[in-house]
């Protein structure tokens, strides 16, 4: 099994592989899954401070915060898997 990673912002990465949805921290909904992640210890703070721009769900249940916007995640995720296609 190949485990491909991206990164998140300031060297922080992720397994691809793992992550159900990469979502905008701006509603209601989002700031109490948060809430709830940190209450349970299921959530990983990779913002170093800076402002939370996105918000990863991996399939463990753990909610982790990125101060990188969501679009450029997913940029990364795609042009990462289209790499990882052009090498097979």
């Given at each position: 099994m190949d485990i491909k990673l991206v990164?998140?912002?300031f060297g922080n990465i992720v397994a691809a592989n793992r992550i159900i949805s990469?979502?905008?921290p701006e509603s209601a909904p989002i700031k109490?899954?948060?809430q709830e992640a940190?209450?349970?210890g299921m959530l990983v703070?990779?913002?170093y401070g800076r402002r939370t721009r996105a918000v990863?769900?991996?399939d463990s249940g753990h909610i982790i915060l990125s101060?990188?916007?969501p679009e450029t995640v997913a940029n990364r995720?795609?042009?990462q898997t289209a790499d990882s296609e052009e090498e097979e």
């Open positions: 990164n998140i912002g990469i979502i905008s109490r899954i948060i940190r209450d349970k703070d990779a913002t990863v769900v991996v101060a990188v916007q995720l795609v042009a």
